[in-house]
């Protein structure tokens, strides 16, 4: 934990929260995310944000309306804001289909009004979740309000799995856009990373990480995430080679006129196939998480590697920094080439007919698996090119180091 005392922020930036009640820990894995940047991003900028919520900045108290205008009037104006929805829409409230809706609602027409004084960020949560909890009323509005958003308001939403993704990317996009604001507000952004006054900062020296350790753990998680991606890779190449060699033998009986085969016959090779897909299944099961939370430690490693290069490398020459871009440049080009081949893979699994139940079984199981795999991996890339963004707007805003 770090503690900065008598630190004097120029500049206080209100975020507003938005969401149903169905994403309660996602609320606070914001809270958490936004207390950390106040340490690692805000003093060298001599910034503060204000994380806004229903349940700190309003109280009780009787509307002649809806209560969401009582919420509405208590929170009042505000930065940024964030609006997250999952498996919920909400409750109606007397003008819109649900509170989150009139809240984005608000914030879209502040932004209309004056765009420099206000952003706008909105996540779409995937995560599986249980059938009893479908609701096809709500997940109804939710799809129209994401397509409106998406199509008529041009708003750019990002998507997440789980809070350590959600995170990731509150990391990289609140600092984007808090610095866009405050240039739009107040000019020359290099000014802006010079304000901060800190008078004292306390830091418990177990915990104090410098670039070098962040740049080692980076090394460490990126390679221990390569290793688990060729595991998969393998394990691809594997299951191909397989139920090549028993559709080749399967092809076989069949092509025998002399004795056509029996159905035992075609039920045991098919049963080795289905087989062959639950062992590719567990494999991929086993390694996806290894996969992923070292490539998410590893970028979050890069996000404090650049909060440090912003703060206390501001005067150094740039080599070093644009070496980390073009690592990760070579990250996001490695996970570009390597997801076709994984859909591909992935089709050719949909497009086998029905023949047994077992095998049938084990394919849509593959592919369920492999489904998750693919959608984590493009919000991953996603994630990789925000930050990406964040390395190249640092170098180009310091072109003379």
């Given at each position: 934990?770090?503690?900065?005392n008598?630190?004097?922020?120029?500049?206080?930036?209100?975020?507003?929260?938005?969401?149903?009640?169905?994403?309660?820990?996602?609320?606070?894995?914001?809270?958490?995310?936004?207390?950390?940047?106040?340490?690692?991003?805000?003093?060298?900028?001599?910034?503060?944000?204000?994380?806004?919520?229903?349940?700190?900045?309003?109280?009780?108290?009787v509307?002649?309306?809806?209560?969401?205008?009582?919420?509405?009037?208590?929170?009042?104006?505000?930065?940024?804001?964030?609006?997250?929805?999952?498996?919920?829409?909400?409750?109606?409230?007397?003008?819109?289909?649900?509170?989150?809706?009139?809240?984005?609602?608000?914030?879209?027409?502040?932004?209309?009004?004056?765009?420099?004084?206000?952003?706008i960020?909105?996540?779409?949560?995937?995560?599986?979740?249980?059938?009893?909890?479908?609701?096809?009323?709500?997940?109804?509005?939710?799809?129209?309000?994401?397509?409106?958003?998406?199509?008529?308001k041009?708003?750019?939403?990002?998507?997440?799995?789980?809070?350590?993704q959600?995170?990731?990317h509150?990391?990289?996009?609140?600092p984007?856009r808090?610095?866009?604001?405050h240039?739009?507000?107040?000019?020359?952004?290099?000014?802006?990373?010079?304000?901060?006054?800190?008078?004292e900062?306390?830091?418990?020296p177990?915990?104090?990480?410098?670039?070098?350790?962040?740049?080692?753990?980076?090394?460490?998680?990126?390679?221990?995430?390569?290793?688990?991606?060729?595991?998969?890779?393998?394990?691809?190449t594997w299951?191909?080679?397989?139920?090549?060699?028993?559709s080749?033998?399967l092809?076989?009986?069949?092509?025998?006129?002399?004795?056509?085969?029996?159905?035992?016959?075609?039920?045991?090779?098919?049963?080795?196939?289905?087989?062959?897909?639950?062992?590719?299944?567990?494999?991929?099961?086993?390694?996806?998480?290894?996969?992923?939370t070292?490539?998410?430690?590893?970028?979050?490693?890069?996000?404090h590697i650049?909060?440090?290069?912003?703060?206390?490398?501001?005067?150094?020459?740039?080599?070093?920094?644009?070496?980390?871009?073009?690592?990760?440049?070579?990250?996001i080009?490695?996970?570009?080439?390597?997801?076709?081949?994984?859909?591909?893979?992935t089709?050719?699994?949909?497009?086998f007919?029905?023949?047994?139940?077992?095998?049938?079984?084990?394919?849509?199981?593959?592919?369920?698996?492999?489904g998750?795999?693919?959608?984590?991996?493009?919000?991953s890339?996603?994630?990789?090119?925000?930050?990406?963004?964040s390395f190249?707007?640092?170098?180009?805003?310091?072109?003379?180091?």
């Amino acid at each position: 934990m770090i503690y900065i005392n008598n630190a004097i922020s120029n500049y206080d930036y209100r975020i507003f929260l938005g969401s149903p009640s169905d994403l309660l820990d996602d609320r606070i894995a914001v809270e958490e995310t936004i207390n950390e940047l106040n340490l690692t991003f805000g003093p060298q900028n001599g910034i503060h944000l204000e994380l806004v919520r229903w349940e700190t900045h309003s109280a009780p108290g009787v509307s002649s309306k809806h209560v969401q205008k009582l919420i509405n009037k208590d929170v009042g104006a505000y930065d940024l804001f964030i609006g997250l929805l999952w498996k919920k829409f909400g409750e109606p409230t007397d003008e819109y289909e649900s509170g989150t809706e009139e809240e984005f609602s608000n914030a879209y027409k502040m932004f209309q009004e004056n765009p420099q004084k206000l952003q706008i960020l909105f996540y779409f949560k995937n995560s599986l979740f249980s059938l009893d909890d479908i609701d096809p009323d709500q997940l109804k509005k939710i799809k129209e309000f994401k397509y409106d958003i998406g199509c008529n308001k041009n708003v750019l939403y990002g998507e997440y799995n789980d809070l350590s993704q959600l995170g990731s990317h509150l990391r990289i996009h609140i600092p984007k856009r808090i610095l866009e604001l405050h240039l739009n507000q107040n000019g020359d952004e290099k000014k802006l990373e010079n304000t901060a006054k800190i008078e004292e900062v306390i830091v418990t020296p177990e915990e104090e990480f410098g670039l070098i350790d962040y740049q080692e753990m980076f090394d460490e998680c990126i390679a221990n995430s390569n290793q688990a991606l060729n595991r998969i890779t393998d394990a691809i190449t594997w299951v191909s080679e397989q139920f090549e060699s028993k559709s080749a033998e399967l092809n076989g009986l069949t092509l025998n006129k002399s004795q056509p085969p029996s159905r035992r016959d075609i039920r045991l090779i098919l049963n080795r196939v289905a087989k062959i897909i639950d062992d590719f299944s567990s494999r991929v099961e086993t390694e996806s998480p290894i996969y992923f939370t070292n490539f998410e430690s590893a970028i979050n490693s890069l996000q404090h590697i650049l909060n440090i290069y912003r703060n206390d490398f501001k005067n150094h020459d740039l080599g070093e920094i644009i070496d980390t871009r073009d690592s990760l440049e070579g990250l996001i080009a490695a996970m570009e080439e390597g997801i076709p081949g994984m859909q591909q893979f992935t089709s050719s699994f949909d497009s086998f007919p029905r023949i047994s139940k077992e095998l049938n079984k084990s394919k849509s199981n593959s592919g369920q698996i492999m489904g998750r795999f693919l959608d984590n991996m493009g919000i991953s890339l996603s994630i990789a090119k925000d930050l990406k963004d964040s390395f190249d707007g640092f170098i180009d805003l310091n072109p003379d180091i």
